[in-house]
T-cell receptor
Framework: GENVEQHPSTLSVQEGDSAVIKCTYS??????FPWYKQELGKRPQLIID???NVGEKKDQRIAVTLNKTAKHFSLHITETQPEDSAVYFC???????????WGAGTKLIIKP | DTGVSQDPRHKITKRGQNVTFRCDPI?????LYWYRQTLGQGPEFLTY????????KSRLLSDRFSAERPKGSFSTLEIQRTEQGDSAMYLC??????????????FGPGTRLTVT
């Protein structure tokens, strides 16, 4: 079955700097890759997603890149702000059922 | 509020009791998912429905767990004979289906279960 690995587990960056979180997946049939942000005690919130027919997608300060050959995808956050502090999860699934397999999460800390 | 809702938000129960949780998805979404999340971990898939049909169940879903979505709208998740290991946040999500533009899962606030 699918397995998703996520790194790093904790990332501390200075406010204003960029943050990059990386994930790898094992099932080459996976073709949908969302990223979720979860603040303490709150629900996961979808922040961006990418499908396998696209190599990169951007939404304001957030971008996701996908390398199908290497089976990895990354989240990039530029000009980080204190409100970006949260746990970020990557996930992978097939379009056939959208059963999400999740990474273990990255705790992002923005230092003022 | 037109988002996914869950009830109750918190449930404390004694070991051995049965509990039932409810999820109301976004009205036009025909897919509904249940996940379990423990502290410091990502959500784990439990089961999902397309309309009223339960299409997949995780091996995590033991015989003590059952889920229904009788009319393709709200769903219930029941845990029988609860154990302390069942303590977790139970999350529900819904999504539209369709090859293009579908699949985005939107989560409810969760039901936090504590088994004493």
């Amino acid at each position: 079955g699918e397995n998703v690995e996520q790194h790093p587990s904790t990332l501390s960056v200075q406010e204003g700097d960029s943050a990059v979180i990386k994930c790898t997946y094992s099932d080459s049939a996976s073709n949908y890759f969302p990223w979720y942000k979860q603040e303490l005690g709150k629900r996961p919130q979808l922040i961006i997603d990418i499908r396998s027919n696209v190599g990169e997608k951007k939404d304001q300060r957030i971008a996701v890149t996908l390398n199908k050959t290497a089976k990895h995808f990354s989240l990039h956050i530029t000009e980080t702000q204190p409100e970006d502090s949260a746990v970020y999860f990557c996930a992978a699934s097939k379009v056939s059922n959208y059963q999400l397999i999740w990474g273990a999460g990255t705790k992002l800390i923005i230092k003022p | 509020d037109t988002g996914v809702s869950q009830d109750p938000r918190h449930k404390i129960t004694k070991r051995g009791q049965n509990v039932t949780f409810r999820c109301d998805p976004i009205s036009e979404h025909n897919r509904l998912y249940w996940y379990r999340q423990t502290l410091g971990q990502g959500p784990e898939f439990l089961t999902y429905f397309q309309n009223e049909a339960q299409l997949e169940k995780s091996r995590l879903l033991s015989d003590r767990f059952s889920a229904e979505r009788p009319k393709g709208s709200f769903s219930t998740l029941e845990i029988q004979r609860t154990e302390q290991g069942d303590s977790a946040m139970y999350l529900c999500a819904s999504s539209p289906s369709g090859f293009t533009g579908g699949g985005e899962q939107y989560f409810g606030p969760g039901t936090r279960l504590t088994v004493t």
